[in-house]
């Protein structure tokens, strides 16, 4: 994986998407406003862990990722 990803989350979720680095820096942020279900994420990263989490009232959830 280069930093090009989708993301699917059900159709009814609303908060927030964010990429930080193992340091906890943010790297990347969207807004979920639900209806849509799939995100795509493009981005060139350097290789290293990232945590993908979702942030919502009734749902959270994270993702470890590794680029290589």
């Keep these: 994986n ?7 989350l ?4 609303q908060g927030e998407l964010r990429l930080m680095n193992t340091a906890g820096q ?3 942020r969207n807004k979920v406003e639900g209806g849509l279900t799939e995100y ?3 981005l060139e ?3 290293g862990v990232y945590l993908l ?3 919502g009232s009734d749902l959270s959830s994270s ?3 590794v680029i290589e």
Excluded: D, T, Y
């Excluded at 280069?2 to 699917?8: L, T």
């Design 10 to 13: 059900p159709s009814w979720a």
């Design 40 to 42: 795509e994420i493009n």
């Design 45 to 47: 990263l350097p290789a």
């Design 26 to 28: 943010e790297i990347w």
């Design 53 to 55: 989490r979702f942030q």
């Design 2 to 8: 280069n930093g090009n990803f989708k993301v699917q």
């Design 63 to 65: 993702l470890r990722i």
